[in-house]
């Protein structure tokens, strides 16, 4: 069986930790580790399967004979360095936004469009968090009964905003117990102006604004990255998408509220909790008569994505609700990474074709 020399790009950040765990607990046949990140980060020691790795300073240079690298370090670091890696020869999988949107780089969630691993350039985008836990629960409901719109509010733990953020997070919720002065510097977005207490408070902004002034970045990338894994068109028109995204106090797991139309209006509550509780990665938590549904903090840490409080909208024939929760920084980020590299491996397709997708102003 052949073996993989693997490097991780951000390895030292929550996601590139948990990179690590969930490369050392994959199906993966690894032959080397290579432990990558800033010049600040250089020299630290993290781990992997009991055995001492040092954390190197990222250079062009350093994915010289690696065959796949799992990257989570900021989109311009991978604008910056995976094209690098995929002219030696790698094929990387990339969780920041850098990509995504870019017609020559699949966009995948394992369980629903696998198949577009097998037109990759070089580097396969990983979707962003709250778009995988939607889409993984939504795909075999529009696969069995059909989709016309989807309308989904978020409730996004703040671990989705970094570390730094995390750690404000906790340092304000004991300044406000102790009745002392909050002073955020991070949320809603380091890239804003204006920063606000995220402690015992709802900020309904994720990411800067668009040019429009009524979306965030965070719901456009749901809108269109939906359109993009479901249709294979980021602005498609056979299903209707919008998003409100909010960021609350919440430390790992992000919850979404999902309102959706399917096409065949014959379809019961009953048959939609059926597909759910069969569909791949979907575990589904609805026992109301015994307040049984998902939640935060009993998600964190696992790679499924749970789903209850599936109900019909009583005003709109064909229109259900449902309550969607996963681990951001497992399913929604290194999981889902891990995932596909597996994939790759399983498939025989970690080679880089001979037209490599090599970024911009190629």
């Known amino acids: 069986m052949k073996e993989f020399n693997v490097a991780i790009l951000g390895a030292t950040g929550a996601v590139g930790t948990r990179m690590i765990q969930q490369l050392a607990q994959s199906t993966i046949p690894v032959k080397s580790v290579k432990l990558l990140a800033s010049s600040r980060s250089a020299g630290k020691v993290l781990q992997f399967k009991g055995q001492d790795i040092t954390v190197e300073e990222t250079t ?169 894994i479901m249709l294979d068109d980021m602005d498609a028109k056979d299903i209707k998408v919008t998003a409100t995204c909010v960021r609350v106090p919440v430390r790992i797991a992000h919850g979404e509220t999902v309102y959706f139309e399917v096409a065949d209006e014959s379809a019961t509550t009953d048959q939609i909790k059926s597909v759910l509780a069969d569909a791949d990665g979907v575990v589904l938590q609805d026992d109301t008569a015994h307040q049984i549904y998902p939640q935060s903090i009993e998600a964190e840490g696992k790679r499924e994505t749970f789903v209850g409080r599936v109900r019909p909208d009583y005003e709109n024939q064909g229109a259900f609700h449902m309550w969607v929760v996963s681990d951001n920084l497992l399913k929604g980020a290194a999981w889902n990474a891990v995932q596909i590299a597996e994939r790759l491996v399983a498939d025989d397709l970690v080679r880089v074709p001979d037209n490599p997708y090599l970024g911009f102003n190629q």
Request: overall charge negative; hydrophobic content about 35%; glycine content about 6%.
């Open 60 to 228: 062009p240079d350093s994915f010289e004979g690696i065959d796949l690298v799992l990257s989570s370090a900021g989109g311009s670091t991978s604008k910056k360095f995976l094209p690098e890696a995929v002219k030696r020869g790698a094929v990387c999988v990339d969780n920041t936004s850098a990509f995504r949107m870019e017609k020559e780089v699949p966009l995948v969630i394992p369980e629903v469009n696998e198949k577009a691993l097998y037109r990759h350039r070089g580097i396969i985008a990983n979707p962003n968090c709250s778009t995988i836990q939607m889409v993984v629960c939504l795909e075999p409901i529009y696969k069995k009964f059909g989709l016309k719109q989807v309308i989904v509010s978020t409730y996004q733990a703040v671990s989705g905003a970094g570390q730094s953020a995390l750690n404000e997070l906790m340092e304000e919720s004991q300044q406000v117990l102790n009745g002392e002065p909050t002073d955020p510097k991070i949320l809603p977005t380091k890239g804003d102006k204006k920063h606000y207490q995220m402690a015992f408070n709802l900020l309904p902004q994720i990411d800067v604004f668009e040019k429009d002034g009524y979306y965030t970045h965070e719901e456009w990338k749901m809108i269109h990255e939906t359109k993009k």
